[in-house]
Structure formats: C-alpha cells, structure tokens
C-alpha cells in the first residue's frame, strides 16, 4: 500500500490540487489537475497526470473485495502523481457502483409583501433540505432544478418577482449507504481519503455534453463495464440519474458461454472483430480463440464471424431498451428533440450508436471529454470522460446546495442551508446564489 502524503496541497488563496478516481469494474484511472489547471477563457482543464490500470474488486456495481480494490487506486494514484510531479493525499471519486439513484423533494414557503429576496431563497432551500430523509441511503448530490412563484414553474432566478409562495425542487442523488461505508473503507486501505463521490454519469455529462444539449434536452449514457448509468438533462439543470447492472462485461460472458471460450479469449473477440449490430453476409470469415480450459497454445474453436455478432447484438439492445423503459418509468424520459450522448467504454463497440438510434428513435453521438482537449490519446476515448468531468466540476461547477463535505459528514437538514444576513465563509448565500443562479 502506498504511505499517506502528508504534504499540503494547496497554498492559502490559490486552488487546490484536484485528483479524480475513476473507480470502475474493468479500469481505475487517476486524472491530477494542477492550481492552474482550469482554462477560463474557453472553459476546459488541462489534466497535469494520469494513471489507469485494470480494476480489480469490483463486479456488478458492488465493492466485492477491498484489499484487491484498494492495490488498484493506489497503482493509478501512484502513475498519476508521477506524471504530475505532485503527491496527493484525497481524491474525488465517479463511480457507479451503490445502486445510484434520484429523486425529487418539493419545498414551498409563504412570500410577504416585498419582492423575493435572498432570505426567501435560504428559506426555501432550508425547507428543502428538512424533506430529505433517506434511511439507508446516503446521498452524494444535492442539486437545484427550478424555481416557482405561486405555481409558476422554470425559473431559474425569482429574486424581484413578487407572490404569496415560492417552491423549489432540489434533486437527491444517492447510493446505497453500505456502498458507501465500502468505498471509504477501500480508501481507508490506500491512504487517501474521500473528499467527495460524483455520479459517473453526471461527471461525463460535465466533459462531453455541448451547453445546448444540457439546455434543451439531453440523454447522457454511461456505458460501463458493470453498471450501465443515465443521467437526464433539461433547462441547464440535472433531472434524473438511474442505472442498472449491466455492462459491457455481460457481453464478454456472453461470448465466453457461446462460443465456448475463454473470458480472455471473448474478450478479445468482442473487441477486435464484434459488432452490435447483427448482419447474416459474413459467414464465410472465420474468426478463432481459445477453446475454454486449454493452455493459451493449445486447442482453438472456429466460429464464423456473424456468430459473433448474433451473440452481442441481442444482449446490447437488451441493455439498451432496459435502461430506456427504466427512465419512461421513472418520468424521465427523453423529451421529443432530445438527444442521447454514449459515454463509457462499452460504447465503443462497434454498432453501438447505429444501435441505440433504433431502441431511443433520435440522433445519437458517441462523445469523447472534449473540455480536456490536452489529454494523450491513451486517456482521451470514452471511457475517461467520467474522470475528465469530475475536474471540470471543481473548475467550474455546478455547485450544489450542500457541500461534498457536509455530504461525506451526512450532515443534511435546514441547519446545513445556506443563511443569508450570516457572515463567515465569504457570504455562504451570496456565492452559492452566484454560482446557481
């Protein structure tokens, strides 16, 4: 295990460094960002260093074993602070593991005869945050989506208007409490400790969707190797995170048991030559791997390649149209106009987007972490947008009505609100006003 940094790592008035840990089942990556890392003038980061390495100790969206976990971040942590020339002592973790989900809670106040100001704000979102009660639950993003002035929705400032209430919904994000004690254990074990948890599909919203998309309507998919994450986006504002535990991992067993080979064989298979969209021309290529439980040299099965391709597509659109009827469930499905957005490396596989324009019925792109432009290209496919997303978030926000802090702490109720008229913390209300409004 590596030794606990003790060095600070930041000076007073500058920014921190910020290291992201993109915690995973078939990857852990490290992306370090420097006090000068965020380009203001065009709004994208530059990432100092990374490391990635294969996961282990992660299956199906569950923490399973924390020692084989914990040698995994530290090896990423470990190149990534190599290739930046600086230690680190926290990280900031995306994931999808913990059954990530969300949901609304509604709060309304009675407004005075004066125009709305900020103390009505802090009232509400203090009433808010008193309707936030989730037993086994621990929530890890507290978000506002929209303002009300006696019923009228979709503000997103009502200071000066005037009415008898003022409602506000905020959106809990959270993941299972027992996830969540697993984590910070697993950190424990690698001398880092945990300043935050990110949605993983909301930190690759955050590296590669465009501001028109978040503004008019946004389907992003997180296609991971165990979990398979959506976050919905409209009117600039998060509004739903669901998820299911399947991912591109299920594909490979598929190979494996269908054709009679081994993970790493099915593996390869999927990589070099599958596709998710089935065709019935190719019969005549023949493609080989291990036949499963021989030696790497020893016997090999022969299957055409189309076979291949009957294996993958079903279990792909499966994925697909599981995850697409869970947001119509839920109310959160995509808006006529909206668009869908792949992130994650299972998104890579071929036929992928041709496929999800049929199961969603709208344009579909495949979308890399654009606002990192600087990545090497080891680290700038689809599947580190997550990672490149969580800097962009401590760059530039969006912040949220309880800190990650008082979130690690639990510490959630209206004595966390933010409180106008109370000084301290350079106007608490006023700056998280600034940064939402």
């Known amino acids: 295990m590596r030794p606990r940094k003790l ?14 840990l993109d915690l995973g089942q078939s990857k852990t990556a490290c992306f370090i960002m420097k006090p000068d890392g965020a380009r203001h003038a065009d709004r994208t980061v530059r990432v100092a260093g990374f490391g990635h390495v294969q996961s282990r100790g992660v299956q199906g969206g569950l923490l399973v074993n924390m020692e084989e976990a914990a040698q995994a971040v530290c090896r990423a942590v470990e190149r990534a ?17 913990g059954q990530m989900a969300s949901r609304r809670v509604h709060a309304r106040v009675s407004l005075g005869a004066n125009p709305v100001g900020d103390a009505d704000l802090a009232r509400a979102i203090a009433a808010a945050l008193d309707e936030v ?3 086994d639950r621990r929530p890890i993003h507290v978000m506002p989506v929209g303002w009300s002035v006696d019923g009228a929705r979709g503000l997103r400032d009502p200071r000066a208007l005037k009415g008898g209430t003022l409602g506000l919904d905020l959106l809990v994000v959270s993941m299972a409490e027992a996830s969540f004690a697993a984590l910070s254990h697993c950190l424990e074990l690698a001398h880092l400790d ?3 948890v990110v949605a993983a599909p909301l930190a690759s919203s955050l590296a590669a969707l465009e501001e028109d998309e978040m503004d008019l309507g946004c389907v ?22 669901d998820g299911l535990n399947v991912g591109g991992d299920r594909v490979t067993s598929d190979v494996a048991l269908g054709l009679s080979t081994s993970r790493a064989g099915a593996e390869r298979l999927k990589t070099l030559h599958g596709s998710a969209m089935a065709s019935s021309h190719e019969d005549r290529e023949m493609l080989e791997a291990p036949q499963r439980g021989e030696a790497p040299d020893g016997a090999t099965v022969h299957v055409p390649r189309a076979m291949l391709k009957t294996v993958i597509a079903p279990r792909v659109e499966e994925t697909l149209e599981l995850l697409r009827d869970q947001l119509k469930a839920a109310g959160a499905g995509p808006e006529a106009g909206a668009g869908v957005v792949l992130t994650g490396g299972a998104s890579q596989l071929n036929g992928v987007r041709e496929l999800a324009m049929r199961v969603f019925d709208r344009p579909v792109r495949l979308a890399r972490p654009f606002r990192a432009p600087h990545l090497a290209d080891a680290a700038s496919g689809p599947a580190f947008c997550a990672a490149a997303g969580v800097l962009l978030r401590a760059a530039y926000g969006p912040r949220e009505s309880v800190s990650a802090r008082k979130l690690m702490a639990r510490q959630i109720g209206a004595a966390d609100a933010p409180r106008a008229g109370r000084r301290g913390v350079v106007g608490q209300l006023a700056v ?6």
Do not use: F
């Open 7 to 20: 060095e600070l790592e930041g000076t007073p008035g500058r920014a921190p460094v910020v290291a992201a």
């Open 194 to 196: 945990l300043q935050g």
């Open 133 to 135: 009660r989730m037993p």
């Open 81 to 97: 602070e190599r290739a930046a020339a600086v230690p680190v002592s926290g990280v900031v973790v995306t994931t999808s593991i």
């Open 432 to 437: 998280w006003l600034k940064e939402n409004l």
């Open 220 to 241: 992003c998919i997180d296609m991971g190797a165990g979990v398979t994450s959506a976050a919905v986006w409209g009117g600039r504002s998060l509004l739903h995170i």
